[in-house]
């Protein structure tokens, strides 16, 4: 964690300044100040604290990506990070194109909404907040390489 925190904003600030970021022009990066704010929101969201991602199971985690991206999530390739859910899905952020992350996004948006029992206010615009960023990610369409 305090790696992440000395080194990983700095390495996420090279990648948006390289155009390079699943972030970077999808939520207006004009200051320092909202540099992590979309990530920090959607980890927020997505109930990422403890490496967890919302209810899954990593069972029922790997078919949801599987079945929406049509990706193996528990590959290597995106444990780069750890073994954890949402080391995974951090990894995926960033190793696909803003268009496969937006997809799976709003699909995780979508279920979080289906299978919330009650939802807070807080809840509500957290939701709407993170739908704006999936749809920022999907506005560039599929990626061709």
Same mark, same amino acid.
């Given at each position: 964690?305090?790696?992440?925190?000395?080194?990983?904003?700095?390495?996420?600030?090279?990648?948006? =300044?390289?155009?390079?970021?699943? #972030?970077?022009?999808?939520?207006?990066?004009?200051?320092? %100040? /909202? *540099?992590?704010? $979309?990530?920090?929101?959607?980890?927020?969201?997505?109930?990422?604290?403890?490496?967890?991602?919302?209810?899954?199971?990593?069972?029922?985690?790997?078919?949801?990506?599987?079945?929406?991206?049509?990706?193996?999530?528990?590959?290597?390739?995106?444990?780069?990070?750890?073994?954890?859910? =949402?080391?995974?899905?951090?990894? #995926?952020?960033?190793?696909?194109?803003?268009?496969?992350? %937006? /997809? *799976?996004?709003? $699909?995780?948006?979508?279920?979080?909404?289906?299978?919330?029992?009650?939802?807070?206010?807080?809840?509500?615009?957290?939701?709407?907040?993170?739908?704006?960023?999936?749809?920022?990610?999907?506005?560039?369409?599929?990626?061709?390489?």
């Amino acid at each position: 964690m305090l790696f992440h925190e000395a080194c990983g904003h700095g390495l996420e600030a090279d990648l948006v =300044a390289r155009d390079a970021s699943i #972030f970077g022009g999808s939520y207006g990066w004009a200051s320092a %100040g /909202r *540099l992590h704010h $979309a990530p920090s929101l959607v980890k927020r969201f997505l109930g990422m604290g403890g490496g967890y991602v919302l209810n899954f199971s990593d069972r029922t985690f790997g078919e949801f990506v599987h079945e929406v991206v049509d990706i193996e999530i528990h590959s290597d390739e995106y444990s780069i990070h750890g073994s954890s859910k =949402a080391k995974k899905l951090r990894a #995926f952020w960033e190793v696909e194109s803003d268009y496969l992350v %937006g /997809r *799976l996004l709003k $699909a995780l948006i979508d279920y979080a909404q289906e299978t919330a029992c009650e939802t807070t206010e807080e809840a509500k615009k957290l939701a709407e907040r993170s739908r704006e960023i999936a749809s920022r990610l999907l506005a560039g369409g599929p990626s061709l390489d």
